[in-house]
């Protein structure tokens, strides 16, 4: 799930990048979805773990940088979703979209890392130092921030849309933050059990266990939903669904009409696809229809009545 996540991530951020550089649109969400892809590889699904954290030390300070990437990425899904959704602009004087505010949660759960007795790299880092005080809060104070930015986009993303593509990808990203708010307060709720040593062990294996779906689903579903309006985009700009019925009707109909020896019309069929303006040549292909349905009638003027 995570690597499905990290490569639908990549592709979003490819197809939002295309935008920004052609057309100029949402760098707030270009940016989440890039941070948010680092995030992603930064949990070892191209270079191991391992490998990253040795060359910052070896002790674990890959977990914070990991932590501090999806931090950002909510921050800016949350600005873009705002920016995008909101009626009014009266949300930027908000302390909590400032970023004075994204700098001090940074600090909330940077300091109590430092605090920390660093151990040797581990996969399971927090399960197996959330004993100390420092590691408990650095983790509780990052799942905290988490929440609260999910929940916060969440809201918004419910609001009224009248674009039906915006309106599912809004639900989409809304049902992604669920899973995402849902995930941290579950992971709250295992750190405190295993820090105050509550609960038994098949306790402490479903909490722990349940994590993983739950938040990597919610990134998945909100990289899928970042993904619909671009996607929508890229569809009508290029108008492939007029370039798909061109290069069928010209495959199918193209000698008839037109006339075309062989190797003219495999040419045909493959520039078909290229056409500057294919609703423009659907439109010819129209014409040519009704032209070829006269000459088979036989009838110069179809549409004028018989006179008697």
């Known amino acids: 799930m995570i690597a499905a996540a990290f490569w639908i991530l990549a592709t979003v951020f490819a197809f939002r990048l295309y935008f920004v550089a052609r ?30 954290d040795g060359a910052l030390g070896g002790i674990n300070f890959l977990h914070l940088v990991r ?34 505010a994204a700098g001090l949660g940074a600090l909330a759960i940077t300091i109590p890392f430092l605090f920390q007795e660093f151990v040797p790299t581990t996969l399971s880092y927090v399960p197996e130092n959330v004993q100390q005080l420092p590691v408990f809060l650095y983790a509780s104070v990052y799942m905290g921030i988490l929440a609260l930015l999910a929940v916060s986009v969440l809201r918004i993303c419910l ?3 009248e674009s039906l593509p915006v309106r599912v990808s809004s639900r989409v990203v809304a ?3 669920a ?50 309006p671009p996607v929508v985009k890229v569809w009508r700009r290029l108008q492939l669904w007029d370039r798909a019925a061109l290069v069928f009707l010209t495959a199918t109909l193209g000698r008839a009409y037109w006339g075309l020896s062989r190797a003219a019309w495999m040419r045909a069929i493959v520039t078909s696809f290229y056409a500057k303006h ?17 000459a088979l ?7 004028l009545p018989a006179v008697s």
């Open 23 to 52: 057309w100029g649109s949402s760098t707030a969400f270009v940016g989440a979805i890039g941070i948010g892809v680092l995030g992603l590889f930064f949990t070892g699904v191209v270079v191991p773990e391992e490998s990253i």
């Open 67 to 100: 932590n501090l990437c999806v931090t950002s990425a909510v921050w800016l899904v949350r600005e873009g979703i705002f920016a995008a959704y909101s009626p009014d602009e009266s949300y930027r004087s908000r302390f909590s979209h400032r970023p004075v």
């Open 159 to 161: 609001q009224p849309q």
């Open 175 to 177: 049902a992604g933050m």
């Open 179 to 228: 899973l995402v708010a849902l995930a941290s307060v579950e992971e709250i709720a295992y750190m405190t059990v295993m820090h105050t040593d509550v609960g038994g062990s098949a306790l402490h294996q479903v909490l722990y266990v349940l994590f993983n779906p739950l938040f990597y689903g919610g990134v998945l579903l909100t990289s899928l939903g970042l993904g619909i």
């Open 278 to 294: 294919p609703s423009v040549r659907l439109y010819e292909f129209v014409i040519r229809s009704s032209d070829h349905k006269v």
């Open 297 to 303: 009638s036989g009838d110069p003027h179809p549409c």
